[in-house]
């Protein structure tokens, strides 16, 4: 079973936006402890990879070990880390990539 961190930042963000439907939101992230292989790669940096969850017309990024998920079997991934860092609607997608992509650049996983 994978691990699932959402960040402060990010839950703040989602229970402002979605209110009631937030925990809805949730749980579709936190699926992903047991079906760690969900979602829609966007990039890898390194070794962190960088995934996509769609939630009507919003998307949840988030970032794991490129690695592991890639050569791993869904039972072995028990010390696999799952890290949501952001949203986006449509209109704002490919500028929160770029960001992201940026920002694993720079500072690592840890800029997060």
């Given at each position: 079973?994978?691990?699932?961190?959402?960040?402060?930042?990010?839950?703040?963000?989602?229970?402002?936006?979605?209110?009631?439907?937030?925990?809805?939101?949730?749980?579709?992230?936190?699926?992903?402890?047991?079906?760690?292989?969900?979602?829609?790669?966007?990039?890898?940096?390194?070794?962190?990879?960088?995934?996509?969850?769609?939630?009507?017309?919003?998307?949840?990024?988030?970032?794991?070990?490129?690695?592991?998920?890639?050569?791993?079997?869904?039972?072995?991934?028990k010390d696999l880390v799952i890290k949501f860092v952001r949203m986006s609607d449509k209109n704002s997608q490919q500028?929160?990539?770029?960001?992201?992509?940026?920002?694993?650049?720079?500072?690592?996983?840890?800029?997060?």
């Open positions: 079973m994978a691990v699932v961190i959402i960040t402060k930042r990010l839950e703040k963000e989602i229970n402002k936006k979605f209110k009631e439907e937030s925990i809805a939101i949730f749980t579709l992230m936190r699926e992903l402890q047991n079906q760690p292989k969900k979602g829609k790669e966007i990039s890898v940096i390194g070794r962190i990879l960088v995934k996509e969850l769609k939630y009507k017309s919003y998307r949840f990024y988030f970032i794991m070990d490129g690695y592991k998920i890639k050569f791993l079997k869904t039972d072995e991934l500028k929160v990539i770029d960001e992201i992509k940026t920002l694993l650049r720079e500072l690592g996983e840890e800029g997060f």
